[in-house]
């Protein structure tokens, strides 16, 4: 996982890495997480029927609304936005491991789960008005609300009514959703893909850390699906007056929708966030920056 003793820990490769994985990782994805923000933002209490019968009403309306470019609806600013978000999650891990580590170089499981926690709370600088403006472009066309705002037109809107902090709504609710998922992700990762050195070396084949990628995210994506309905309620600004915090919607989803509600997309959830974290660790794994730069892939350091 991360280099041995020998090896110096090189900040730059893997940030590029990271940047990397996770423009590959959403362009895979991307359209798997807008059908699946549609469905958890279907509320019972809204007084109208549901707009989508299920998943794959959703797809076929979704597509059928806007095409192919309708399924990238809100992309632009995730993509954007998700490399220095993959880079800080990913590297905030590495080197929270890293300073985690005891004297002889081992690393406790509650010393990882601690290195997650870490890199969850690192990664909610980006990670709030990334999801907040992708959620708003993921919504708009779902809406039949007239004008369509970008997401440039909808930050600056959101900065104009409450500054800086309206870039920053639903940021407890993320903050509470990335480090849980982060706590349980890494230390199964970093479990899942240690079984697949090959003996005698640190190396990792690329495949395997693509599967541990996918096992782990699926696990701990499924877990925080909760967390992450609260979230996208939150930061839907359909309802910016229906509920004043975490607790208040929590309240509110469970007293009117009950507890199923709180997995309301969980499949989705598991279908965007594993393969995008298989393909995350595995690209970031691969070792491109480490070619461009003429360095050792971090699979192969010893």
Same mark, same amino acid.
């Given at each position: 996982?991360?280099?041995?003793?020998?090896?110096?820990?090189?900040?730059?490769?893997?940030?590029?890495? %990271?940047?990397?994985?996770?423009?590959? &990782? /959403?362009?895979?994805? =991307?359209?798997? $997480?807008? @059908?699946?923000?549609? #469905?958890?933002?279907?509320?019972?209490?809204?007084?109208?029927?549901?707009?989508?019968?299920?998943?794959?009403?959703?797809?076929?309306?979704?597509?059928?609304?806007?095409?192919?470019?309708?399924?990238?609806?809100?992309?632009?600013?995730?993509?954007?936005?998700?490399?220095?978000?993959?880079?800080?999650?990913?590297?905030?891990?590495?080197?929270?491991?890293?300073?985690?580590?005891?004297?002889?170089?081992?690393?406790?499981?509650?010393?990882?789960?601690?290195?997650?926690?870490?890199?969850?709370?690192?990664?909610?600088?980006?990670?709030?008005?990334?999801?907040?403006?992708?959620?708003?472009?993921?919504?708009?066309?779902?809406?039949?609300?007239?004008?369509?705002?970008?997401?440039?037109?909808?930050?600056?809107?959101?900065?104009?009514?409450? %500054?800086?902090?309206?870039?920053?709504? &639903? /940021?407890?609710?993320? =903050?509470?959703? $990335?480090? @849980?998922?982060?706590? #349980?992700?890494?230390?199964?990762?970093?479990?899942?893909?240690?079984?697949?050195?090959?003996?005698?070396?640190?190396?990792?084949?690329?495949?395997?850390?693509?599967?541990?990628?996918?096992?782990?995210?699926?696990?701990?994506?499924?877990?925080?699906?909760?967390?992450?309905?609260?979230?996208?309620?939150?930061?839907?600004?359909?309802?910016?007056?229906?509920?004043?915090?975490?607790?208040?919607?929590?309240?509110?989803?469970?007293?009117?929708?009950?507890?199923?509600?709180?997995?309301?997309?969980?499949?989705?959830?598991?279908?965007?966030?594993?393969?995008?974290?298989?393909?995350?660790?595995?690209?970031?794994?691969?070792?491109?920056?480490?070619?461009?730069?003429?360095?050792?892939?971090?699979?192969?350091?010893?």
């Amino acid at each position: 996982m991360a280099p041995g003793p020998n090896q110096d820990f090189g900040l730059v490769p893997r940030i590029i890495n %990271g940047g990397i994985a996770g423009i590959v &990782g /959403v362009i895979c994805v =991307f359209p798997i $997480d807008l @059908v699946k923000t549609r #469905m958890q933002n279907q509320s019972k209490a809204v007084g109208q029927p549901p707009l989508y019968k299920n998943v794959v009403d959703c797809a076929i309306k979704t597509f059928r609304g806007g095409g192919l470019r309708g399924m990238y609806s809100g992309s632009a600013v995730n993509i954007l936005l998700i490399t220095p978000e993959k880079a800080i999650k990913l590297v905030a891990n590495d080197v929270f491991r890293q300073a985690l580590k005891t004297k002889d170089g081992s690393l406790p499981m509650h010393r990882q789960i601690l290195a997650g926690a870490g890199a969850g709370t690192c990664q909610i600088v980006v990670t709030t008005p990334m999801e907040l403006l992708k959620i708003q472009r993921q919504m708009a066309k779902s809406q039949n609300s007239g004008q369509v705002l970008n997401a440039r037109q909808i930050a600056m809107q959101l900065y104009r009514e409450k %500054g800086i902090v309206g870039l920053y709504k &639903g /940021v407890g609710a993320t =903050f509470t959703r $990335d480090v @849980v998922f982060s706590m #349980m992700y890494f230390p199964l990762f970093a479990y899942f893909n240690d079984k697949g050195k090959t003996p005698g070396s640190n190396t990792v084949p690329f495949y395997h850390s693509f599967a541990s990628g996918i096992t782990a995210g699926a696990i701990s994506s499924y877990l925080a699906t909760p967390f992450d309905v609260v979230k996208t309620r939150l930061q839907t600004l359909e309802y910016k007056n229906r509920y004043s915090g975490m607790l208040d919607c929590t309240t509110k989803i469970m007293r009117e929708e009950g507890p199923s509600a709180f997995f309301k997309g969980s499949l989705l959830r598991v279908m965007v966030i594993a393969p995008l974290f298989g393909i995350a660790q595995m690209v970031y794994y691969l070792g491109i920056a480490e070619a461009m730069m003429g360095l050792k892939p971090l699979g192969s350091v010893s």
